[in-house]
């Protein structure tokens, strides 16, 4: 069975080398919508795959990280970074060009994560992230299956490269949430939400 979790985040970037000429020339905003998709083939204590107000956690925290912020790909000039951060607190850089494809490839590698290092306390077993979904604008999505997050024929993402600037952080209700992640800390889910 797949479950499904919407979250929303506004966002900004410019996509730097596409041929929509709009796109790669402005620096232009989304109302984004992520959908993140569990799979398992059997259903916890309370008869379900996994309670979507367990998601309200670390991996609400994570997706929404990139609200009312700017996402800088690393490679981009020197110049156009450090004005985008003069301007705007809340700023996340990436390895990787801010896509919807791209996008999608970093929550997944990034919730991925979350799911593997929980501990369910409430019978959960064997949730595996399916994929996640990425609506840049009402017509045009990214679906991003596992295969797609760690191909090499795209590039490998490695989420030592993701920075999440100050003024992020301090909204987390732990400030140390992406170092432990990193790290591979464990968590362990909360018996109430
Ligand atoms: N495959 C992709 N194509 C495009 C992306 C992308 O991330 N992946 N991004 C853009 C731009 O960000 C652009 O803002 C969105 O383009 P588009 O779908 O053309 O947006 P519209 O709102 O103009 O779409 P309409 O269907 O005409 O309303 C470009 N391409």
């Known amino acids: 069975m797949i479950i499904r979790k919407l979250f929303k985040f506004e966002n900004t970037h410019i996509v730097r080398d596409c041929s929509t000429i709009r796109c790669r020339s402005s620096i232009h905003g989304h109302s984004y919508k992520i959908e993140l998709l569990f799979e398992s083939d059997f259903l916890d204590n309370a008869q379900m795959v ?3 107000g367990l998601m309200k956690d670390n991996m609400k925290t994570l997706v ?14 020197d110049e156009y970074i450090a004005d985008m951060k003069k301007h705007s607190d809340r700023w996340v850089v990436l390895p990787v060009s801010p896509s919807c494809e791209q996008f999608s ?3 997944f590698l990034m ?16 949730v595996k992230l399916h994929s996640i979904i990425v609506h ?6 990214a679906q991003c299956f596992r295969e797609d ?9 490695d989420l ?3 920075i999440f600037s100050d003024a992020i952080k301090a909204d987390w209700k732990d400030k140390d949430l992406f170092e432990k992640l990193k790290r591979g800390e464990q968590f362990v889910n909360p018996d109430s939400v």
């Open 105 to 107: 490839r970093v929550i």
């Open 50 to 52: 996994y309670d979507f």
């Open 136 to 141: 840049e604008t009402d017509t045009g999505y």
């Open 160 to 162: 030592n490269d993701i």
């Open 64 to 77: 929404d990280s990139f609200d009312h912020g700017i996402t800088l790909w690393n490679q981009d000039s």
């Open 111 to 126: 919730i991925d994560r979350v799911l593997e290092l929980t501990r369910g306390i409430n019978g959960e077993r064997d």
């Open 149 to 157: 997050a760690y191909s090499q024929k795209m590039g490998i993402i």
